[in-house]
């Protein structure tokens, strides 16, 4: 059984993420969508567990199957070993991701020992180009991002704001 995980912040999920997320489900046996902290990045928006439940939620309702949704703390290369995924998945906007995701996809292979390599999947079409931080900022000012994410995101976007 094949088993990939494609980890992240998703602080929120944005449809450029589920996107990613149904190729992969539709290419793996098992899809296992890796919520976590980057500590490069500023602290999130939605907690972890909010951020699980958006997951889950947003899959339920794209109806994608053999897709599950976990929490993880650490290294990605021990949370995919701890879950059993022989590799991992990231998505590429452009050639700045590929930069960046190519570095990272060699340190860790390298880092679990050579046995976890990762498949890069190009985001196409309209929802190529979204990014959470460009969905929390827009969202903080009023501005409407019901187009780019879930509806399960925008209700939660728009609870956090109302005030």
Known sequence: MTVAMYPGSFDPVHNGHLAIIGVAASLFDQLI???????????????????LEMIEAAVEAEKLSGVRVVLFTGLVTDAAKAEGANCLVKGLRNGSDLDTELLQANMNLQSAGGGLHTVLLPGIGPDALISSR??????????????????????????????
């Open 134 to 163: 460009y969905v929390r900022e827009i969202a903080s000012r009023g501005g409407d991002v019901q187009p780019v994410v879930p509806e399960v995101v925008f209700d939660h976007l728009s609870r956090k704001f109302r005030d």
């Open 33 to 51: 969508v890796a919520v976590g902290h980057n500590p490069a990045k500023e602290s999130g928006m939605f907690t972890g567990p909010e951020r």
